[in-house]
């Protein structure tokens, strides 16, 4: 079991080891240069040295010390900022300390692939593997050398076997390192950590006065220089600011007045640790160490390459369960985009398999009749995303299809999967079927649908399809059941009651489950708001989905829910009480959530469309521009969320709050808040905004003609937001 998990982590995780890995070897050489490079270090005080550096440059603001013991201040030449290396003994500059280009270039890529959070994250799983590699071949190399007495023996066997053997008991110490350092570095940014020390508060009462000199201040005449973090100064002319001082002990303010300290922080045990794991991590005031790190992380690329040419060679052939395009009669495209509807193309494609057929299953999206040498036949299998659009397998088809002549020896069928209970049923698959008449293309079958994954309606065509082909097969097809686990309800809170509209906001507790479930796979999966929860229903084997008003990280499952008139999940669902449970499965939806970035997000909603919004504004710790629209029935009945936008709004993760109610004296919708707001709306889009909509489609597609009249005089339209990832849409 070690070794499999040894060898499928390294296996998958090669490419972004090897990245990180040989980044972080070059890193290790600008430590050891910067030790070098340093002006000596002086056994003086803080203020002897603020005192030499403000001599040399009187408008210096901040000075820092790195672990290294160079000193930077930061000053201005003229009106340009400059920062610069400092010779501790003259305060004079003594270089640029500025970050080269190449340096600033391999940050970026062995922190996060130049992908911003998401490669923030590959990096850290990066480093779960790395941590997982080391400690999996501790134990492989201990059983390959007969125990762990025995361990540090010569490597046994031969070839590219015992080479990784030899280099990765080298390198196991400096890997088991860095992968440890580097888990805490992605815990302290993604806030995973304890918090340290928040710092003193702001001092309310100072002298009012200034110009005690810099050199006379007794707390720094005490801090020695080798203790320094930073040193702040005051504000030229501002005589409320003050002196900020942070060493390895802790932070504090002095009066600028007469030196007094005004307020002391201990550093915490978290700050502490903190700076260790990053001097042990970067090498930076730890040089030799560092270099050494480097090495180790050297041995990485070399032992991925000796790990798969291991595995190359003992690895076994798989029959594909689907031949390839050049060599198939038949030739299956499916477009689809939760990927429900690729398991009815493999129910085809089993059917005609039996009957001698050789076929061949792909996505739309890679639609090539020029490499379909012997195709006598294309099947389109497609579903619909939104209001008609292409599904995420089928980008692209559309354009190629219309642009490519009819291929008249390949005569073609095409079977249309969606949800009757939606306008554009189907909407996507009826423009192929068109496009594909306009072109004349020959029909093999007429074109028909599945309405709701209908195994008859497929069976139907299958039948239709047997008969054009001169064959004798039933499609049989049986859904595919979904990996679930189970919810229990912990509350819920109803809403609508009293106007017939009855609505509950449910949370369900989230599974506990083991480390070994996590490492193995079956543990329930992470999530984000916005995400969606497909909820089976007892009497059917058909899913319903319902937007996530939670992240996994919030510790509980919370979606909002309307009973609908005959509606089965939505009846069974608001029947629940605390303690029932349900079967259920996460289906990531990455295209509705709030960009990676500062810019200002408008959040519009109506009724338990209100429920993702929630969730990210709930998520935005970060206090990015967030602004809230949304429309519901009546303040007494269908407040969703009441109190926590409130609050909300109170500590900073809601900009603001607008709501429209249907059905008081003055009855208004959210679409009639967005044409009053349009001048701030228009800025906030301007100004890179990103726009998220969620609810029925009335009000979306209400939302989306208020949103195009404010945004046609600014020469924006919605198309441009959607082609950016400006606009979203999570529409019922």
């Known amino acids: 079991m070690i070794r499999s998990l040894h060898r499928w982590f390294g296996l998958i995780a090669a490419v972004l080891l090897v990245v990180i890995a040989t980044s972080g070897a070059v890193l290790s050489i600008f430590p050891a240069s910067e030790a070098l490079t340093t002006p000596a270090a002086q056994q003086i005080s803080v203020a002897e040295l603020a005192a030499r550096v403000q001599s040399a440059e009187p408008s210096v603001e901040q000075i820092k010390r790195a672990p290294s013991g160079r000193v930077t201040a930061y000053y201005f030449n003229g009106d340009q900022p400059v920062s610069s290396v400092i010779d501790p003994a003259t305060g004079q500059p003594a270089g640029n300390a500025d970050q080269s280009s190449v340096e600033r270039w391999l940050v970026n890529l062995h922190r996060s692939l130049f992908l911003g959070d998401n490669g923030r994250i590959a990096t850290a799983v990066g480093a779960i593997a790395m941590l997982l590699l080391t400690v999996s071949g501790l134990f492989v190399l201990a059983r390959r050398s007969g125990g762990w007495r025995h361990i540090l023996k010569p490597a046994k066997g031969h070839g590219d076997g015992r080479l990784h053997a030899i280099v990765s008991r080298a390198a196991l110490p400096g ?76 932070e504090g303010y002095i009066d600028q007045g007469n030196g007094a300290l005004l307020g002391w922080q201990d550093a915490s045990f978290i700050d502490r640790a903190s700076a260790l794991v990053m001097m042990l991590h970067t090498g930076r005031g730890l040089a030799s160490l560092g270099l050494l790190l480097g090495l180790s992380a050297l041995s990485v690329p070399l032992l991925s390459w000796t790990g798969i040419a291991v595995w190359l060679r003992g690895r076994t052939k798989r029959r594909p369960s689907s031949v390839a395009a050049g060599h198939a009669d038949t030739i299956i495209l499916v477009g689809s985009e939760g990927g429900s509807t690729w398991s009815f193309a493999e129910t085809l494609r089993e059917a005609l398999t039996r009957d001698g057929r050789q076929v061949h299953v792909g996505s739309m999206s890679h639609f090539n009749p020029a490499r379909w040498h012997k195709a006598e036949r294309l099947i389109l299998f497609a579903a619909t995303y939104g209001d008609g659009e292409a599904p995420a397998s089928a980008k692209g088809f559309l354009d190629r299809f219309r642009a490519m002549p009819a291929a008249q020896h390949l005569p073609l069928a095409v079977l249309g999967f969606g949800d009757r209970s939606f306008y554009h049923f189907c909407g996507y698959a009826k423009t192929v079927a068109e496009a594909a008449e306009e072109n004349g293309w020959p029909a093999l079958i007429p074109y028909e649908t599945v309405d709701r994954q209908s195994q008859q309606d497929f069976a139907r065509w299958g039948r239709q399809l047997s008969e054009a082909l001169d064959l004798d097969f039933e499609l049989n097809h049986q859904p595919e059941v979904p990996k679930t686990w189970g919810l229990q309800l912990a509350s819920r809170r109803d809403y609508g009651a009293s106007v017939q509209a009855t609505t509950a906001i449910l949370r369900f507790d989230l599974p506990k489950v083991s480390f070994w479930q996590r490492l193995t796979g079956n543990a329930a999966p992470d999530f984000e708001a916005g995400d969606l929860v497909g909820i089976v229903p007892e009497g059917s084997a058909i899913p319903r989905f319902y937007s996530l008003a939670s992240a996994s990280r919030d510790g509980f499952l919370e979606i909002c829910v309307r009973k609908q008139p005959g509606g089965l999940c939505s009846g069974q669902l608001t029947a629940l009480e605390p303690g029932d449970t349900v079967s259920a499965f996460v289906r990531p939806n990455p295209g509705f959530r709030p960009a990676a970035n500062r810019k200002p997000v408008i959040l519009i909603g109506a009724g338990t469309g209100i429920g993702p919004l929630a969730g990210f504004a709930r998520a935005n710790n970060t206090h990015k521009p967030m602004f809230l629209y949304f429309g519901t029935r009546h303040p007494s009945s269908d407040a969703l969320y009441e109190e926590e936008l409130a609050d909300w709004q109170k500590d900073g993760r809601l900009t603001g709050v607008s709501t429209a109610f249907s059905r008081t004296a003055s009855p208004a919708y959210v679409q009639d808040l967005i044409r009053r707001d349009a001048a701030r709306i228009g800025k906030l889009i301007a100004a890179g905004g990103q726009v998220l909509v969620c609810g029925g489609r009335e009000m979306a597609a209400g939302v989306a003609a208020a949103l195009a009249d404010i945004l046609t005089p600014h020469g924006v339209s919605l198309v441009t937001l959607k082609a950016e990832g400006r606009y979203g849409e999570d529409v019922y």
């Open 175 to 250: 890997l088991l390192l860095s992968s440890l350092t580097a888990l805490w570095m992605s815990a302290a940014t993604f806030g995973l950590l304890p918090e340290g020390a928040d710092g003193p508060p702001f001092p309310a009462d100072v002298s009012g006065k200034t110009g005690i000199p810099v050199g006379s201040i007794a707390r720094l005449q005490e801090t020695p220089v080798d203790a320094l973090v930073s040193l702040n100064f005051p504000a030229n002319g501002d005589a409320t600011d003050v002196y900020t001082l942070t060493t390895d002990a802790g």
